[in-house]
């Protein structure tokens, strides 16, 4: 009888499979005893999900409003509330349980509808509700970013839910000129018209401290700030200097995410040429200006054209040193480096390697400038009236780890010394998942006894507060590494980048199958080494495998015991016998096709 369900069990799979003519099916008959990282990683899973409904029940309400005082500002506005849901879409997409992905879309509804309601005194742009059309009224990418994180992962589980689809067309059209009341984009001289934008469009004026801070509000023997501000008085002077926004911005490249979302979902190839023509300018203009990308660009599309020609000016740019007022110390606060993802977008759209050699060359240019200052050599971060400044110990490798993990060219790696995770890949790390994945519970254990031991009441708590406490993040990211070979690319509102991604073939959900666990443990740019163990001794597992987060790879072939099987596609099917193991040699081909949110069974 126990036979005959497990023939029915794997007939099921079978049928369910997403097989179409090209497509390959692999039988794994082998036992494997399950490895203590393929136990660890499951369990991992297990735990982080139930942490997070323990989170949810303590800091969201039944409507899924986050329990805080709702306030406007780049300390601790809507963009922080959502925050707190970081990674877990992409913890669900790996395969937790389903509890994960109900949860963060009741918190993102009612994110959506509690800051809409919410509603400024003082700040003028958002005294009608701090959203507008489901989406922030007008701030910085810095914080829209952050604030888009977790809607943005949405379509890694649930692209077919109507009101994503809805949000992901609207919210590319406030930058595409669809929207008449969100005039952010000029696309004859293809520029994002400030570095402030949003759903009411940009703001053309000189920004204030309060824009900035939000409407004044008791701190004192009240709320703890995270920034360290003692009184409002410190949270105005904090941005009393992010005055020049007028123009655009690196930091503006980051809603090229929203034409990508709109793109993978739909196809349509509107949404494909306004973000390649919007990356393409900012390209030329880095070639323009030596290879540094500058940080202000003027209405008429001039380098610092609204900064007084200074291509280094306006507020997060290059020469963007301000005071913190309670230390009196002064901290430089150069954000162009965010702008990486749109590069990243548009490299994901094309495999073109233009896109990453313009930063690599920034990197290199940036550290020429190095001096030796008190036997010590230094590199600069910042640039200013009288040439570079803010000189530190370690060279200027922004953006470096993303170029590696994207281009894995040798080249890159150079670049990238010291980094765990790429040094298990070269084979030089052996204990590495094991270790990282042990050193994640003691994170997640820690993140649960703070959270538990939080005595803060929804009047004392600032958006931001809860955040620290998030089980996610510091999991996903190792999960992230070992299962699918991903980088977590964290609080830039970026896409998924991925060497490989998993579906549930039975469920029909997005994630590894219950009891399966798969570990990466090579990349080269044409290899993919993958192991994949069904923890399960009585039933068998079906996994369907994805080239790349969006099907944006290529399967050439698999290796398996010596065998070579031709793919020629996208998807490789994988049914594991009650506890069986194998490991594969995946050769592929990268960025030779359009990526898509589609499911394997909806294509």
Not at 544 to 561: K, L, M, P, R, W
Request: aromatic share 12%; glycine share 8%.
């Amino acid at each position: 009888m126990k036979f005959a369900c497990q023939i029915a069990v794997v007939l099921t799979a079978l049928m369910c499979s997403p097989l179409k003519a090209g497509d390959v099916e692999l039988k794994v008959e082998t036992p494997m005893t399950p490895p203590n990282w393929a136990l660890l990683e499951r369990e991992l899973l297990r735990a982080n999900a139930a942490a997070c409904e323990e989170f949810f029940a303590k800091y969201f309400d039944e409507r899924g409003y986050l329990l805080c005082v709702e306030r406007w500002g780049g300390d601790d506005g809507p963009d922080d509330a959502i925050e707190n849901c970081n990674d877990w879409p992409i913890l669900h997409a790996l395969g937790a349980s389903d509890k994960v992905l109900q949860m963060y879309k009741k918190a993102w509804e009612g994110h959506l509808r509690q800051y809409t309601k919410a509603k400024t005194v003082d700040v003028p742009f958002a005294r009608d509700g701090m959203y507008y059309k489901e989406f922030p009224v007008m701030f910085d990418w810095q914080h829209n970013g952050e604030g888009i994180s977790v809607f943005n992962l949405q379509g890694l589980s649930d692209p077919q839910d109507i009101n994503f689809g809805h949000r992901v067309r609207r919210f590319a059209g406030f930058y595409m000129g669809e929207d008449p009341g969100a005039p952010n984009y000029d696309p004859q001289h293809k520029v994002i018209r400030s570095m402030i934008n949003g759903s009411r469009g940009p703001l053309m004026r000189k920004a204030t401290g309060l824009d900035w801070a939000g409407d004044p509000i008791e701190i004192e023997n009240r709320f703890d700030p995270r920034h360290g501000e003692r009184n409002y008085q410190e949270m105005f002077d904090h941005f009393k200097d992010y005055n020049d926004v007028v123009g655009d911005h690196p930091l503006n490249l980051l809603s090229t995410t929203l034409a990508l979302n709109a793109y993978l979902l739909t196809g349509e190839q509107k949404y494909r040429d306004w973000l390649l023509g919007y990356v393409d300018e900012w390209h030329k203009r880095m070639q323009e200006n030596g290879g540094i990308i500058p940080s202000n660009i003027g209405l008429d599309g001039k380098i610092g054209g609204a900064a007084d020609g200074k291509w280094y000016g306006g507020t997060y740019g290059w020469g963007f040193t301000v005071v913190v007022p309670q230390t009196g110390a002064l901290a430089h606060r150069n954000r162009t480096y965010w702008g990486f993802v749109g590069f990243m977008n548009a490299y994901m759209l094309t495999g073109d390697d233009r896109y990453l050699e313009a930063w690599r060359k920034q990197i290199d240019l940036v550290n020429a400038q190095k001096k030796t200052i008190d036997g010590q050599v230094m590199t600069p971060r910042m640039y200013g009236d009288d040439g570079w400044y803010n000189y530190v110990p370690q060279p200027y490798n922004y953006n470096a780890r993303e170029i590696y993990f994207l281009s894995m060219n040798p080249e890159d790696r150079r670049r990238v010394a010291g980094d765990a995770w790429f040094e298990y890949l070269d084979g030089k790390n052996p204990d590495y998942p094991e270790r990282a994945l042990r050193q994640e519970f003691a994170v997640l254990r820690n993140k649960i006894e703070g959270m538990r031991a939080d005595t803060t009441t929804p009047d004392t708590r600032l958006a931001d507060d809860p955040m620290r406490f998030n089980p996610a993040p510091a999991s996903v990211r190792t999960l992230l590494q070992l299962m699918q070979g991903g980088l977590q690319v964290s609080r830039r509102g970026a896409a998924l980048f991925s060497r490989l991604r998993y579906f549930d073939p039975v469920r029909r959900r997005a994630g590894l199958p219950e009891d399966v666990a798969a570990l990466v443990s090579k990349m080269t740019d044409d290899e993919t080494v993958l192991t994949l163990v069904n923890l399960n001794q009585q039933q068998p597992r079906s996994v369907t495998i994805q080239a790349g987060g969006y099907s944006e790879h290529e399967f050439v072939s698999v290796e398996q015991d010596g065998k070579v099987t031709a793919v020629n596609g996208p998807l490789l099917t994988v049914t594991l016998l009650p506890g069986a193991g194998t490991d594969l040699v995946l050769k592929m081909k990268r960025h030779v096709n359009q990526p898509t949110m589609s499911f394997p069974w909806s294509r």
